[in-house]
């Protein structure tokens, strides 16, 4: 049986650290901000769509449109100031992106054996704002309180006023901590990090199955 693990938080709060943690312990992983890359390669038919909506300029690199690649930066500034253009994008990537896990997801389910339990944490930034949460059977929130624009300046090629427009689009912290199963401080020292999962990580494992998890029924109209 497959526990879908969603972990989320607001940018800078350290959700990379704290999936690849549940990695250590036993868990498979997916990171959404990857396959949404992956869902923009060269291409593909999300790319041209975004190419189709937002420009063909959008387009880098010498040869057809098939074989060039996205400038990023570009359509940051074209869509981080625009909630609308914004949610253009979304609609474009999104389901291109849970469709990739959903496919994953079936690919695990089929490897593990009977009555055994696996974890699936995915690392997914806009879990809460995009109305996921009940693809999940348990969700954990990464906080990191007035460390996260410390944390943002220390990020290289990243704009104040893009910091700004990212974190716009996300729900504040507490919003998200009221909808979190576990919540994770990640404030301060991450060595203190491995302490505060293991608690999670025991939880998931000995706790009753739910009683409707979430795989496959909440996937099925993504695949």
Avoid: Y
């Amino acid at each position: 049986m497959l526990f879908i693990l969603g972990i989320t938080g607001s940018i800078g709060c350290g959700k990379s650290t704290v999936t690849r943690l549940f990695g250590q312990m036993g868990a498979r992983t997916l990171d959404a901000d990857l396959l949404a890359r992956n869902a923009l390669a060269p291409g593909s038919p999300a790319l041209a769509a975004v190419a189709e909506t937002f420009g063909a300029d959008l387009l880098v690199g010498d040869g057809p449109p098939a074989t060039r690649g996205l400038d990023r930066s570009l359509l940051a500034q074209r869509i981080f100031s625009d909630p609308a253009r914004r949610r253009q994008l979304e609609a474009i990537v999104h389901p291109a992106v849970f469709r990739a896990m959903a496919a994953l997801l079936a690919e695990w389910d089929q490897s593990i054996p009977p009555d055994t339990r696996t974890v699936a944490a995915l690392e997914i930034p806009l879990l809460l704002e995009t109305g996921s949460a009940a693809l999940c059977d348990g969700i954990v929130v990464v906080t990191c309180g007035d460390r996260q624009n410390e944390r943002l300046a220390q990020r290289p090629g990243l704009s104040e006023t893009t910091r700004q427009q990212i974190i716009a689009q996300q729900l504040p912290e507490a919003v998200k901590c009221q909808q979190a199963h576990w919540i994770i401080d990640n404030r301060h020292d991450p060595a203190g990090l491995s302490a505060q999962l293991l608690p999670v990580w025991n939880a998931i494992l000995t706790r009753k199955p739910p009683a409707q998890p979430a795989w496959p029924s909440q996937w099925r109209a993504l695949r």
